[in-house]
Nanobody, 126 residues
């Protein structure tokens, strides 16, 4: 089993920055694809960014390309999401996820990610 704990969310003004962290425990996740999803009230859950375990390419939602960066520190079993130039439409509950079936590439369907954190709220004021 993998436990995921997100942190770093909060309230920020438009144009500001936040860094989300996701600490994994229970099992080493360095080989697995990981990602961040978000869900705003009344909207569908969407993939924000994903990163493979090793090699491969990161993937970003078009709405965050150039503003968000996903990266991981495998020795610390931790993943991050650096969010810059935040917009009110980025307001959502952000979830850390692990896909324990894929290593070198990522997928966009939330159904493929077995492990989920509890989420951390990001609120961007205009």
């Amino acid at each position: 089993q993998v436990q995921l704990v997100e942190s770093g969310g909060g309230l920020v003004q438009a144009g500001g920055s936040l860094r989300l962290s996701c600490a994994a425990s229970g099992r080493t996740v360095s080989r697995f694809a990981m990602g961040w999803f978000r869900q705003a009230p009344g909207k569908a859950r969407e993939l924000v960014a994903a990163i493979p375990g090793s090699g491969g390419a990161t993937d970003y939602a078009n709405s965050v390309k150039g503003r968000f960066t996903i990266f991981r520190d495998n020795p610390k079993n931790t993943m991050y999401l650096q969010m810059n130039s935040l917009k009110p439409e980025d307001t959502a509950l952000y979830y850390c996820v692990v896909d324990s079936t894929r290593y070198s590439f990522t997928v966009r369907s939330h159904l493929e990610y077995r492990y989920w954190g509890q989420g951390t709220q990001v609120t961007v004021s205009s």
